[in-house]
């Protein structure tokens, strides 16, 4: 059940630090836990997969010179925001927008179990049973697996409760190989408004490209439901054809599928006095747009500072509170049809600095930055978000009832086609 070193037992093993869950947030932990040379510790991980290879990309922007340079697939100083009237090309120095697959991840995480002396446990974690001195890790069969001092758990989990708002982002990326020169390397596409828009919510394109034969080309929603695995590929093929792309001289190497919860709801990161959840379930998943992989970044960074300087391994709140209540009239606003996605993301980009409203969606931005981008966004409606927010906070204090209904986020469809099938 459990490895280390090549023993293999089935006692369970008292560890300092358990993580539960072997994904991206976890990945991120463990690489820095040696790069800040936290020695000493026993650690587990607890995941039923060892994940290896390609089964993921983040993108998200950054400032170039950090631990990330050696990993990166790919990055880009300029992108590209395009609506039906214009396409708009933005100079994002300082930052620079960043491209990061997951095999490189897990590949650095395994080389730093090595070097820290890392137990592995190849089972499935079902309850963290939590006294409040230590974390016993049970298998679906009750039994123990692990007692740690510290458990940080980024399996998926829902929110405390379903929010006033709760939408999904949910894409699928073709990763297209062409048989010559044909994408343009200096520059991605952030975000593409000229793909058909839903009745009821936001779609947009972008494409990211690793070289002039090789990007990936994604289409994505901000919508309430899901699409079928048809309607992925029809939009996918229609966005495509938008490019101008010629099909004949392409070929998808791999397919990409997600879904990620853009809502309201409150995750809960400290469920009992020892058990840290990161990633989503830990609130890393910027509301308003779903993007994850920077806040779960600095969440590693600081859990292993924190275990370097002696203390528990507890990160910040990934966003400040003035920017969850932000993306919640934000997110009312776009889906009473207040604004229109592209519309408001247009005049974000058009009337700020790019630096500026990137910085506002990792949630690093001052008040006074906030209150600049605000000004930008149309009054009226925004006004109306932000009064009817307030008064399903009340409803919410008046009546609890409605707070204990539950909210799952869905499973990404994902099609039986080959991802050699063009």
């Known amino acids: 059940m459990w490895q280390r070193g090549g023993v293999h037992s089935s006692a369970p093993v008292d560890v300092d630090l358990a993580l539960v869950g072997g994904g991206g947030a976890a990945s991120l932990v463990l690489a820095a836990l040696d790069r800040h040379d936290v020695g000493g510790l026993r650690i587990a991980v607890v995941d039923p997969v060892h994940r290896r290879g390609q089964d993921r990309t983040w993108a998200f922007w950054d400032h170039p010179g950090n631990d990330l340079d050696p990993v990166l697939a790919a990055s880009w100083q300029q992108v590209e925001v395009a609506t039906p009237e214009r396409r708009r090309v933005l100079d994002l120095t300082p930052l620079r927008y960043a491209m990061l697959r997951s095999g490189p991840v897990y590949d650095r995480a395994a080389e730093a179990e090595?070097?820290?002396?890392?137990?592995?446990?190849?089972?499935?974690?079902?309850?963290?049973?939590?006294?409040?001195?230590?974390?016993?890790?049970r298998t679906g069969d009750g039994g123990p697996?692990?007692?740690?001092?510290?458990?940080?758990?980024?399996?998926p989990r829902p929110p405390?409760?379903?929010?006033?708002?709760?939408?999904?982002?949910?894409?699928?990326?073709?990763?297209?190989?062409?048989?010559g020169p044909l994408f343009d390397p200096s520059r991605a596409i952030l975000m593409d408004f000229r793909t058909p828009q839903p009745a009821r919510g936001v779609s947009f394109g972008y494409v990211l490209p690793v070289s002039d034969r090789y990007a990936l080309v994604e289409y994505t929603e901000f919508t309430p439901s899901l699409l079928t695995d048809a309607g992925y590929d029809a939009a996918l093929a229609g966005y495509r054809d938008l490019l101008g792309l010629d099909p004949s001289r392409l070929r998808v190497r791999e397919v990409e599928n997600g879904v990620i919860?853009?809502?309201?709801?409150?995750?809960?990161?400290?469920?009992?006095?020892?058990?840290?959840?990161?990633?989503?379930?830990?609130?890393?998943?910027?509301?308003?747009?779903?993007?994850?992989?920077?806040?779960?970044?600095?969440?590693?960074?600081?859990?292993?500072?924190?275990?370097?300087?002696?203390r528990p391994p507890v990160p910040a709140p990934a966003y400040p509170r003035r920017h969850r209540w932000m993306d919640a009239v934000a997110l009312r606003a776009l889906d009473r049809g207040g604004v229109g996605g592209p519309e408001f993301f247009d005049r974000l980009f058009d009337r700020n600095p790019a630096s500026r409203v990137l910085r506002f969606l990792d949630g690093t931005t001052t008040p006074a930055e906030e209150v600049a981008l605000m000004n930008t966004t149309r009054l009226v409606p925004m006004l109306a978000a932000t009064l009817g927010d307030a008064a399903g906070r009340l409803?919410?204090?008046?009546?609890?009832?409605?707070?204990?209904?539950?909210?799952?986020?869905?499973?990404?469809?994902?099609?039986?086609?080959?991802?050699a099938d063009g």
């Not at 697996?145 to 399996?155: M, P, Y």
């Not at 469920?271 to 840290?276: G, L, Y």
């Not at 970044?297 to 370097?308: D, F, G, N, Y």
């Not at 909210?407 to 080959?418: C, E, K, L, M, N």
């Open 114 to 137: 090595r070097r820290l002396g890392v137990t592995r446990i190849g089972a499935p974690a079902d309850v963290l049973d939590d006294d409040g001195d230590r974390v016993t890790v």
């Open 160 to 179: 405390r409760r379903a929010g006033r708002t709760n939408w999904l982002q949910h894409f699928r990326g073709w990763w297209l190989e062409a048989d």
């Open 145 to 155: 697996v692990v007692r740690a001092s510290w458990v940080l758990d980024s399996r």
């Open 395 to 419: 409803r919410d204090r008046v009546d609890p009832t409605r707070r204990g209904t539950t909210w799952t986020v869905p499973p990404a469809v994902v099609g039986d086609r080959s991802p």
């Open 261 to 310: 919860p853009m809502t309201d709801a409150p995750f809960d990161p400290r469920p009992s006095p020892r058990v840290v959840r990161l990633g989503t379930a830990g609130g890393a998943t910027r509301p308003s747009t779903g993007f994850t992989f920077s806040a779960m970044h600095r969440q590693a960074e600081q859990v292993a500072r924190a275990l370097a300087a002696g």
